[in-house]
């Protein structure tokens, strides 16, 4: 008895009589093992003697997209991480954004896509300690970098204009990046100009410690006397 099989995108392979069997990480010997116990489980064979031969290695791949130097399709060299998969991409454009999205497609037991869709902070990985340093890619994943996103801050503020996003960034830290308000300004006149998922504008007031999200505008009003 003899078949031909391919290893699946879960790294699995199924076979007559036992069915599917998961091989990832497994060298050739190791997997005969594994199908000669599984006939022998089964009774369908009493000593099963199993010899593999691999046809055709099938390099896994990645792809890096958006706000990277040379966009493309890579292939895995051994193990990789999101930011050796940036590297091999000549790096981030000046107006990328410092949290990218890792896009995995990995599929349920019934064979169903599923997407799922990681936030990572690059200036964690940066700090992080090399054990602690971001998730190894697999085969199709996709690193997207994101245009940077900004916030705005205008009327009495001693430096107005746009500044890129921070974590955790909030009022307090968007006036101090900005220079501070001006002595006409007043801490208590602070409007936020923000779209919600509609696109639809939405008029905020503040207080120091609001959080501020990409694409708001800041407005710091004249005092009143």
Partial sequence: MSAEVTVNENQQVTLPLIGTLKVGGLAPP????LIAQRLKDGEYLLNPEVSIQVRQVRSQMMSVLGEVQRPGRF???AKMSVLDALAMAGGLTPRADQTVILIRNN?????ELLR???SVHLDQLTNAKPSQRDMELMNDDVVFVPLQKSFYVLGEIRKPGAYPMEQDLNVMRALAISGGITDRGSLRRIRIHRKDA??????????LK???VGGDVIYVDERLF
């Fill in 30 to 33: 190791a997997i005969e093992k």
């Fill in 75 to 77: 292939v895995i060299s």
């Fill in 107 to 111: 599929r349920d037991p019934k064979g």
């Fill in 116 to 118: 799922q869709e990681i």
């Fill in 198 to 207: 509609n696109q639809s504008l939405q008029e905020i007031t503040p207080d």
């Fill in 210 to 212: 609001t959080p501020i």
